[in-house]
């Protein structure tokens, strides 16, 4: 039988400025462990710790442009454009440009906390 998801779950995001993150698929709103679903919004200058996930993350840019870092190169990846990170690979995220970025993320398995591995800080 189809969930109907009538409201994502807002989630509260690390980083140097605030990100609104709103999980419409997920372990926090629907209980799902295989996939998650999230809507972000980060402001001008926003960047999150770097991080080396246990999920793959597949990332549709909507608006603004978001730099994605890893070990080896950046990707400055605009609206219209998308990027695959896979798991156990270490990544930064960060919206540089002055209009932010919004985008939407879509991890295998399920975004959690536990699964990040956030550097410290």
């Known amino acids: 039988m189809p969930e ?15 990100k609104l993150i709103e ?5 926090v709103v629907s209980g799902t462990e295989a996939v998650s679903v999230a809507h972000m919004r980060s402001a001008g200058g926003w960047a999150e710790p770097g991080q080396t996930p246990e999920f793959d993350e597949y ?18 990846v605009h609206a219209g454009e998308a990027v ?9 995220y960060s919206s540089p440009l002055l209009d932010g970025a919004e985008y939407v993320a879509v991890c295998t398995p399920a975004f959690s ?5 956030r550097d410290e800080s």
């Open 4 to 18: 109907h998801i009538a409201s994502p779950a807002v989630i509260q995001a690390p980083g140097t400025k605030p």
């Open 84 to 92: 695959i990170v896979h798991r156990g690979e270490w990544v930064r």
């Open 59 to 76: 990332t549709l840019v909507l608006k603004g442009m978001l730099r994605v870092q890893t070990k080896s190169v950046t990707h400055d």
């Open 23 to 27: 999980e419409y698929v997920g372990r």
């Open 113 to 117: 906390p536990a699964l990040v591995h």
